[in-house]
């Protein structure tokens, strides 16, 4: 069902690209970023995104009291209240970017009374599903209809981002069924937990992905037993942005291992994809291998929010310029040089 962005607009914009007047390869990682926008777009040159909207999935993970974080979970709901009021980091991020910010909570434990919200808090995955198969199905189609709306308000590149305290414990339960690595591979320090944390988080996940056993080889089983409310709905926003052919800048590890989830739920998703930035999570890094993508920042950034993908549109919007503003050698050359 996901067609690939257009081969024509690729092939064009590489032959621009190699024909502007710079030395060839001189706008590295910015051309290549420019041409794979172009594609997406399916014109030569591509326009500079201009209504860039960003999703924050937000929920509660049963995990956050087995000291796998460094901060306790009431930090979410806290959270949320600060991004409403525009006072978190990302807010910061995006009004300097001319981001559009929408908070979703699919997922924190609160009645919401909202129709988006899928439930309270999601199970604890080493000793329980986090989700129902129904909750699952409900999650991703929770973020497929968020997309729809968000391309429906004029989006021309969709950001996903994340909220909720423990959630990099799943998160990483899903790259580790993903590619069907060790925890030990994915997991990281998320907020900041000592050595003992990062061992009880390791043990923690090791012991999800013994619980799931085959499920975990099937994407929508891995959402149910290894995931959450939010983050399934993070995969089915992703998912629905690749059928609809609107680009997707992602985050760090949640919006990567959803990226990758729903990569296996439709393959094809992943060319729709560009990485903002690489997390110092690892599961992180891995993910984006496998999916093929390179991010665009190091920063060191562990925020969450969408803040690592907000901070790359000025890059987006940058290559978007340099294909279409730059002249062309042939033009600018001497007949004889
Ligand atoms: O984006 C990332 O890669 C990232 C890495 C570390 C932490 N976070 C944020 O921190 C929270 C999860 O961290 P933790 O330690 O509670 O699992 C959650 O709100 C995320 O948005 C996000
Ligand atoms: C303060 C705080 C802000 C966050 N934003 C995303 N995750 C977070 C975690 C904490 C602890």
Redesign the pocket.
């Known amino acids: 069902m996901i067609t690939p962005p257009s081969a024509e607009a690729r092939r064009e914009a590489g032959e621009r690209l190699g024909a502007l007047a710079v030395p060839a390869g001189a706008l590295g990682r910015l051309g290549e970023l420019g041409v794979w926008l172009a594609a997406c777009q399916g014109q030569v040159p591509p326009a500079a995104p201009s209504n860039v909207r960003l999703a924050v999935f937000a929920g509660d993970h049963g995990v956050?009291t087995h000291g796998?974080?460094?901060?306790p979970a009431a930090v979410?709901g806290a959270?949320l209240g600060v991004v409403a009021q525009g006072r978190s980091g990302v807010d910061a991020l995006a009004r300097a970017h001319g981001v559009h910010v929408r908070l979703v909570d699919v997922g924190v434990d609160h009645e919401s009374g909202h129709a988006l919200h899928v439930r309270r808090g999601s199970g604890a995955i080493h000793l329980e599903d986090a989700l129902t198969h129904a909750e699952t199905l409900q999650a991703l189609e929770v973020g497929a209809a968020v997309a729809r709306e968000e391309i429906a308000a004029g989006a021309d590149l969709l950001l996903s981002g994340?909220?909720?305290?423990?959630?990099?414990?799943p998160a990483a339960a899903l790259v580790a069924a993903g590619l069907g690595v060790p925890a030990e591979q994915v997991v990281?320090?998320?907020?900041?937990?000592d050595d003992a944390g990062l061992a009880r988080k390791t043990a923690v996940v090791e012991q999800a992905l013994q619980r799931a056993g085959a499920r975990a080889d099937d994407p929508v089983d891995c959402l149910t037993a290894l995931g959450s409310a939010d983050l399934a709905a993070a995969a089915g926003y992703v998912r629905e942005a690749a059928r609809a052919g609107v680009p997707v800048l992602l985050?760090?590890?949640?919006?990567v291992a959803c990226a990758l989830t729903a990569e296996r739920l439709e393959p094809g998703v992943a060319a729709w994809c560009a990485a903002g930035h690489r997390?110092?999570?690892p599961g992180?890094s891995l993910a984006l291998e496998k999916l093929g993508l390179e991010p665009l920042l190091d920063l060191g950034?562990?925020?969450?929010?969408g803040s690592?993908a907000v901070a790359a549109v000025p890059l987006v919007r940058a290559a978007a310029a340099l294909l279409g503003e730059v002249a062309l050698l042939a033009e600018v050359l001497p007949p004889d040089a």
């Open positions: 956050a796998v974080s460094a901060y979410t959270m994340d909220l909720g305290i423990g959630n990099t414990t990281g320090r998320g907020t900041g937990v985050d760090g590890l949640m919006a997390s110092t999570e992180q950034l562990r925020l969450g929010e690592g």
